[in-house]
């Protein structure tokens, strides 16, 4: 089993839907979640950080982590056509390396 | 504000060849990575270092090398090129170490082909 699943499926929303994206971790030592954004032909750029169980919003963005559950979550409401990118989520155990997803490419259709 | 740089952008080499992959950060940041990128597989830590002097290896590091002799710069080395390098290669800074609140800082990559 992968340390990080992210289903890497395409996602298309027309303008204005909410998105919503997940990961599920099986080490339970993992503490801190991160979700980055990635635009074509760049390097990632942190979005969103949280340590423990519980939403954090920021925004149009709310990012969730069920730890009982092993499960995070990253909803971006009322899409807009610039939050086309590919989103990574990762996080971190004991050691000083971040295990990251395989990235969810949303395209959001004005 | 140039944040952290990478050169070359773009480079297609023969396989056997070897080829050096910069990386230049400017924030004085004592944390610095190498990242790999397939398609659809996200990013793989190749290497990274703590501070000047200090390299670590992490997921994938063989037919890699990396020093670490200023805070600056983190160069890659790519010896003897395979087609299974054939990837997109991510530099990263950062303050503090992976897992803290200080985001790690990315360059813009290079992509280099093996053929």
């Known amino acids: 089993q992968k340390e990080v699943e992210q289903d890497p499926g395409p996602l298309s929303v027309p303008e204005g839907a909410i998105v919503s994206l997940n990961c599920t971790y099986s080490?339970?030592?993992?503490?801190?979640f991160m979700w980055y954004r990635q635009y074509s032909r760049k390097g990632p750029e942190l979005l969103m950080y949280?340590?423990?169980?519980g939403n954090k919003e920021d925004g149009r963005f709310t990012a969730q982590v069920d730890k009982s559950s092993k499960y995070i979550s990253l909803f971006i409401r009322d899409s807009q056509p610039s939050d086309s990118a590919t989103y990574l989520c990762a996080m971190r155990g004991g050691n000083n390396r971040l295990a990251f997803g395989k990235g969810n490419q949303v395209v959001v259709i004005p | 504000n140039a944040g952290v740089t990478q050169t070359p952008k773009f480079r297609i080499l023969k396989i056997g060849q070897s080829m050096t992959l910069q990386c230049t950060q400017d924030?004085?940041?004592?944390?610095m990575y190498w990242y790999r990128q397939d398609p659809g597989m996200g990013l793989k830590l190749i290497y990274y270092s703590v501070g000047a002097g200090i390299t670590d290896k992490g997921e994938v590091p063989n037919g890699y090398n990396v020093s670490r002799s200023t805070t600056e710069d983190f160069p890659l080395r790519l010896e003897l090129a395979a087609p299974s390098q054939t990837s997109v290669y991510f530099c990263a800074s950062s303050e503090q170490g992976a897992g803290s609140n200080q985001p790690q800082h990315f360059g813009d990559g290079t992509r280099l082909s093996i053929l």
């Open positions: 924030m004085n940041h004592n944390y």
């Open positions: 949280t340590y423990s169980s």
């Open positions: 080490n339970s030592a993992f503490q801190y």
